[in-house]
């Protein structure tokens, strides 16, 4: 394995940017890729990394009892009624439709999918008012190319956060250690290894406690629909916080409202912070096998960017992704999809067509969530605070999105989407033979397979498996006999009989490979 930094210079083939458009977005289509393979490495990175404008705002697409919110209309900043039945509700319903209308409308922008890995990094869950987690994924999606730095400075007192672990009640009389704990554990630094009672090599028991105090003072609030915080000078604890050897032996002093700031730039200033947040990016982006090599030659370096550049991510991100081991081939493949990506792939890969009509797409979204809660990977309800054992928990990494439970559901997901579903009076189904329209020969069979492969597998199948795909196509016969029957039915696209043949065999090839064990790694 290749495990260097140095930009790729070798051949832009198809698989390299087929491989980059699947790691940093929601599914290419076979166009995104030939595009990407034509315009080369550096424009297509670029492309992936550019500064968007923010998304339209959540709507209310359904609640008929919204006082404030007629349907069609953001419900952002509107008064949440908590005597009126159901109406936080339906908010939180359409903020969770609404984020995966931003996983299906995305393009190759790399932006929503650093939204999820944020989302797994600086985890809340299950807080039940809508309006703070639209803030909260506002705040991720704002910054999510941008400063960590201030990224974690707002994360640290918004409210969800405040919320989710404990900021509201972490006050002079009573400082509250879950949030500093996160902050050091999870979010920023890494624990590092047991290296004496309640020292963890990055930091101290000690350091824990005196950083709950410089961050008391902070309330989360709702005032009218107007999400944020506030500081309340009289519960900040005004005293000295003397921290330990870890951090130079720093005393942070009464600093009020700004005083959260000050603890983010110590933490910051340690070196094993860059390495820390770049260890998990790799996790997301790369793979779990981060060993000596990588540590040196990947990790570091990208790190040196981020203290090079004031925490900016940008440029750590933009190294990784045009360097020469991001294209190894030992890194293609090495993950299972986790089920966002896995559905997403079949609904944007496969483009799978929605109605022009913004409130029935919303229902059909909404459906998308319920799908994939289904595989246990639902947004803002993390089974924990550590975020999804599949970035975390080693060895198995990746592996426990497949198990005997998840197989037979997605299998029973693609299923279901070959043979259309109904939602909202619309059929949601896998159009085939307006995918394979778009491909490069659909007349041939083995061009046919070829293509569909380099959209949806990580790497390329044997001759053999082509053989056996074929053999599902066209049972038995000669490749002509699909170029035959196929072009038949182009010269006369309106006879029944010749599209029910052709459609039927699609749905066999379409269903056969996306129950291969290749369509469930990325």
């Given at each position: 394995?290749?495990?260097?930094?140095?930009?790729?210079?070798?051949?832009?083939?198809?698989?390299?940017?087929?491989?980059?458009?699947?790691?940093?977005?929601?599914?290419?289509?076979?166009?995104?890729?030939?595009?990407?393979?034509?315009?080369?490495?550096?424009?297509?990175?670029?492309?992936?990394?550019?500064?968007?404008?923010?998304?339209?705002?959540?709507?209310?697409?359904?609640?008929?009892?919204?006082?404030?919110?007629?349907?069609?209309?953001?419900?952002?900043?509107?008064?949440?009624?908590?005597?009126?039945?159901?109406?936080?509700?339906?908010?939180?319903?359409?903020?969770?439709?609404?984020?995966?209308?931003?996983?299906?409308?995305?393009?190759?922008?790399?932006?929503?999918?650093?939204?999820?890995?944020?989302?797994?990094?600086?985890?809340?869950?299950?807080?039940?008012?809508?309006?703070?987690?639209?803030?909260?994924?506002?705040?991720?999606?704002?910054?999510?190319?941008?400063?960590?730095?201030?990224?974690?400075?707002?994360?640290?007192?918004?409210?969800?956060?405040?919320?989710?672990?404990?900021?509201?009640?972490?006050?002079?009389?009573?400082?509250?250690?879950?949030?500093?704990?996160?902050?050091?554990?999870?979010?920023?630094?890494?624990?590092?290894?047991?290296?004496?009672?309640?020292?963890?090599?990055?930091?101290?028991?000690?350091?824990?406690?005196?950083?709950?105090?410089?961050?008391?003072?902070?309330?989360?609030?709702?005032?009218?629909?107007?999400?944020?915080?506030?500081?309340?000078?009289?519960?900040?604890?005004?005293?000295?916080?003397?921290?330990?050897?870890?951090?130079?032996?720093?005393?942070?002093?009464?600093?009020?409202?700004?005083?959260?700031?000050?603890?983010?730039?110590?933490?910051?200033?340690?070196?094993?912070?860059?390495?820390?947040?770049?260890?998990?990016?790799?996790?997301?982006?790369?793979?779990?096998?981060?060993?000596?090599?990588?540590?040196?030659?990947?990790?570091?370096?990208?790190?040196?960017?981020?203290?090079?550049?004031?925490y900016e991510i940008k440029p750590a991100l933009e190294a990784l992704l045009k360097s020469e081991h991001f294209y190894d081939q030992s890194i293609r493949g090495c993950m299972v999809n986790h089920p966002i990506d896995f559905v997403f792939k079949i609904f944007n890969s496969l483009e799978i067509a929605l109605p022009d009509d913004i409130l029935v797409k919303y229902r059909i979204w909404v459906d998308i969530y319920r799908l994939i809660r289904t595989l246990d990977m639902s947004m803002l309800e993390h089974p924990s605070v550590a975020g999804w054992k599949a970035f975390y928990q080693g060895p198995q990494y990746y592996d426990v999105w497949i198990n005997s439970v998840s197989l037979p559901l997605r299998e029973k997901i693609v299923s279901q989407l070959l043979d259309g579903v109904m939602v909202a009076q619309q059929s949601v189904k896998v159009d085939t033979l307006a995918v394979i329209s778009k491909l490069s020969n659909a007349g041939d069979p083995n061009d046919l397979i070829t293509d569909l492969v380099n959209v949806l597998f990580p790497f390329a199948i044997s001759a053999g498996q082509i053989d056996f795909l074929k053999d599902i196509l066209i049972p038995g016969l000669p490749d002509f006999e699909w170029t035959v029957e196929y072009s038949e039915y182009l010269s006369d696209p309106t006879d029944e009989s010749k599209r029910s043949a052709i459609e039927n065999k699609l749905k066999s090839l379409f269903g056969a490979i996306l129950k291969m064990p290749e369509n469930y790694l990325i």
């Open positions: 394995m290749v495990t260097s930094l140095a930009p790729y210079l070798g051949e832009w083939a198809v698989g390299n940017a087929a491989h980059l458009l699947r790691r940093t977005s929601f599914g290419p289509t076979y166009q995104n890729i030939i595009d990407a393979q034509t315009k080369g490495l550096d424009q297509t990175v670029s492309e992936i990394l550019a500064d968007n404008l923010l998304p339209p705002l959540p709507i209310n697409y359904a609640f008929q009892n919204d006082p404030d919110t007629p349907i069609g209309e953001t419900w952002v900043g509107k008064p949440n009624d908590n005597t009126i039945m159901n109406l936080n509700t339906s908010r939180k319903v359409s903020l969770n439709g609404w984020q995966m209308g931003l996983f299906n409308e995305g393009g190759i922008s790399i932006r929503e999918k650093l939204v999820l890995f944020w989302h797994n990094h600086f985890v809340t869950s299950n807080i039940e008012l809508a309006g703070y987690d639209f803030h909260y994924l506002d705040t991720l999606r704002t910054h999510s190319l941008g400063s960590f730095r201030q990224l974690v400075e707002e994360i640290t007192v918004s409210p969800s956060m405040l919320l989710y672990l404990n900021g509201n009640e972490n006050t002079r009389q009573a400082a509250n250690e879950n949030y500093s704990r996160e902050l050091l554990e999870l979010f920023t630094i890494g624990k590092g290894d047991a290296a004496g009672p309640g020292d963890y090599t990055n930091y101290t028991e000690d350091d824990v406690v005196a950083l709950a105090k410089a961050l008391t003072g902070w309330r989360s609030r709702n005032n009218d629909g107007i999400v944020g915080s506030v500081y309340i000078n009289n519960r900040h604890d005004t005293s000295d916080k003397q921290l330990s050897n870890r951090f130079n032996n720093t005393v942070i002093e009464n600093e009020g409202e700004e005083e959260y700031k000050t603890v983010i730039d110590i933490i910051l200033q340690q070196s094993e912070t860059a390495r820390y947040i770049c260890r998990r990016l790799y996790i997301w982006f790369v793979g779990s096998n981060i060993d000596a090599d990588v540590e040196a030659n990947i990790i570091e370096p990208m790190a040196a960017l981020i203290r090079d550049n004031d």
